[in-house]
């Protein structure tokens, strides 16, 4: 299994790839703002083909190349509904100062092709099985993608990808748009801690991670666990 990711240009949103293994089919998680370069280096040294675009969330720092990956490739992008009018509207996931730094410089366009991802649905793509869990709280469509992970450079059982819902040592921010404090910590609770510790995080930020980890030391996760109807 092949498992590759590098940091965009802007926010340090993390692109990942995901495939079986060198020379076969992939799927592109989070192409963000800068990314298409590196992407297009990424896949021809593993010998690559896309085969859909995953999303964990609408914000235009994970979704601003989705547009030209699938259109060069006649590929479908997937997103879960209550972030599908990001995809046509990215001001509508920013917060004002957001939108006006990005003050309409930055040329974005929809993807011709969207499917929408449904809690619990299992996808079969190039040769995958990925689960998504909607786990809402930083937007209203934030979902993880989990996969199984023997094989990879982890060889842990299952791989998360986490887009912003959890980080190394933090969670995603819940004040911009669609963002909700207790509706964060129930996708925590009901989402995350009860995944197995050796699971390893792919954040949509940062460095990877494992739940045991985050699950020790990770400040919110700990209150969680220590109060956990504080928050909801």
């Not at 999303?55 to 590929?75: E, K, N, Q, Y």
């Not at 197995?196 to 990877?208: F, K, Q, W």
Request: charged share 15%; hydrophobic share 40%.
């Amino acid at each position: 299994m092949l498992v590759t990711g590098f940091p965009a240009q802007a926010f340090g949103t993390n692109c990942y790839v995901v495939a079986a293994g060198p020379g076969e089919q992939c799927l592109v998680v989070d192409p963000g703002i800068g990314v298409l370069d590196q992407l297009e280096q990424t896949l021809a040294q593993h010998r690559l083909s896309p085969a859909a675009v995953l999303l964990t969330h609408g914000h235009l720092d994970h979704t601003f190349s989705v547009a030209p990956v699938c259109g060069a490739r006649g590929i479908t992008a997937y997103v879960h509904p209550d972030d599908r009018e990001m995809l046509a509207d990215p001001a509508k996931g920013l917060s004002a100062d957001l939108t006006a730094m990005f003050g309409g410089r930055l040329p974005y366009t929809e993807p011709d092709d969207v499917a929408e991802l449904t809690d619990g649905a299992v996808l079969t793509i190039a040769g995958l099985e990925v689960t998504v869990d909607h786990a809402p709280g930083h937007t209203g469509g934030s979902v993880l993608f989990r996969l199984p992970g023997a094989g990879s450079s982890w060889d842990a059982e299952e791989l998360c990808l986490s887009g912003d819902v959890l980080f190394a040592g933090s969670i995603g921010r819940t004040d911009l748009p669609g963002g909700s404090t207790p509706t964060m910590m129930t996708s925590l609770r009901d989402k995350i801690l009860p995944l197995a510790d050796d699971t390893v995080v792919l954040p949509g930020h940062g460095p990877a991670t494992t739940i045991g980890r985050e699950r020790a030391s990770n400040p919110y996760l700990r209150d969680l666990i220590a109060a956990p109807g504080r928050f909801l």
